[in-house]
């Protein structure tokens, strides 16, 4: 892969260790890899888009193996820190578009909130499909478009309603099963922070790197805490996602999850 394919400094909206979040842009990260883990037990596992690798050696205490990569060499500098020490995780630079393994190399194979930087997303389904083994699970996670809520990264091509990415997998030969996380809460105040929130997306005030969202979130969330270099048990409470209908969009919920199977 070569290095003119990368078009964006990724690390700029990527969730980085020592990073702020409030607490729960932590719980959303640990809802992430807590329901990955419950089918990688015993597995060989591949993170596509892995970022600054935060989950992996999380993964890696359920896996087999755990192989992570990402296009930008600049977040595989934080995988390859926290990673090193494990001997049953591997760290690769790729390209979702072209995926450098032979058919039928991996039993579960991840994508987080990564599908909408990609410019040919049916390209990363297909080299999904080609990768896994059969009975292997591709999961994938990304923002709500539907929700009121929803902002875009300034480096994304497109995102997915539920209905439209469960088409995205049925129409590459996989089983789909939706589901959603982070339910929108009703209160006053985050009903408040939603529609200023709207009105700052409309105006385009909203910050375009997580180092500007960041101060944003302070003044919404209060004091926030530092993004931990590692998933760990315990760092929040663990809500499993729901299933949702694949029918319809959704506009309860902040984040969809897709599990498809061959």
Same mark, same amino acid.
């Given at each position: ?8 400094n990724?690390?700029? =909206?990527t969730?980085?260790?020592?990073a702020?979040?409030?607490?729960e842009?932590?719980?959303r990260?640990y ?7 419950e ?5 060989? =596992?591949?993170e ?13 205490r359920?896996?087999?193996k ?5 296009i930008d ?16 995780? $591997? #760290?690769?630079?790729l390209?979702?578009?072209n995926?450098p393994?032979?058919d039928k190399?991996?039993? =579960?194979?991840?994508?987080y909130?990564a599908?909408?930087y ?5 390209k990363?389904i297909k080299?999904a ?6 009975e292997g699970?591709?999961?994938?996670c990304?923002?709500?478009k539907?929700?009121?809520?929803f902002?875009?990264?300034p ?6 309603s ?6 995205l997998?049925k ?7 939706m589901f959603?996380?982070c ?5 006053f105040?985050d009903?408040?922070?939603s ?8 105006l385009?005030?909203?910050p375009k790197?997580? $180092?500007?969202?960041e101060?944003l979130?302070?003044?919404?969330f ?5 993004l931990p270099?590692? #998933?760990?048990?315990?760092?929040a409470d ?15 919920f902040?984040?969809l ?6």
């Amino acid at each position: 892969m070569r290095d003119e394919k990368i078009k964006y400094n990724y690390t700029t =909206v990527t969730e980085i260790p020592d990073a702020k979040g409030s607490r729960e842009q932590i719980a959303r990260l640990y809802t992430r890899y807590k329901f990955a883990s419950e089918f990688c037990k015993d597995k060989d =596992v591949l993170e596509v888009a892995c970022g600054a690798g935060i989950g992996l050696g999380y993964l890696a205490r359920f896996a087999k193996k755990v192989v992570g990569g990402d296009i930008d060499k600049n977040n595989l500098k934080f995988a390859f820190k926290t990673c090193e020490k494990r001997n049953n995780v $591997e #760290i690769r630079q790729l390209d979702a578009h072209n995926l450098p393994f032979e058919d039928k190399s991996f039993d =579960v194979l991840i994508l987080y909130e990564a599908i909408y930087y990609l410019e040919h997303p049916e390209k990363f389904i297909k080299e999904a499909r080609r990768v896994l083994r059969d009975e292997g699970f591709l999961i994938i996670c990304t923002a709500n478009k539907d929700w009121s809520g929803f902002n875009p990264s300034p480096y994304s091509y497109k995102y997915f309603s539920a209905p439209e990415l469960f088409l995205l997998l049925k129409e590459k030969g996989f089983e789909v099963k939706m589901f959603a996380d982070c339910l929108a809460s009703n209160s006053f105040k985050d009903k408040i922070i939603s529609a200023i929130k709207q009105v700052a997306v409309t105006l385009h005030f909203i910050p375009k790197t997580m $180092e500007g969202k960041e101060k944003l979130k302070r003044l919404f969330f209060g004091k926030l805490k530092p993004l931990p270099p590692e #998933i760990t048990d315990g760092i929040a409470d663990y809500t499993p996602p729901v299933p949702i209908s694949h029918n319809t969009p959704n506009s309860q919920f902040k984040v969809l999850f897709a599990v498809a199977y061959k």
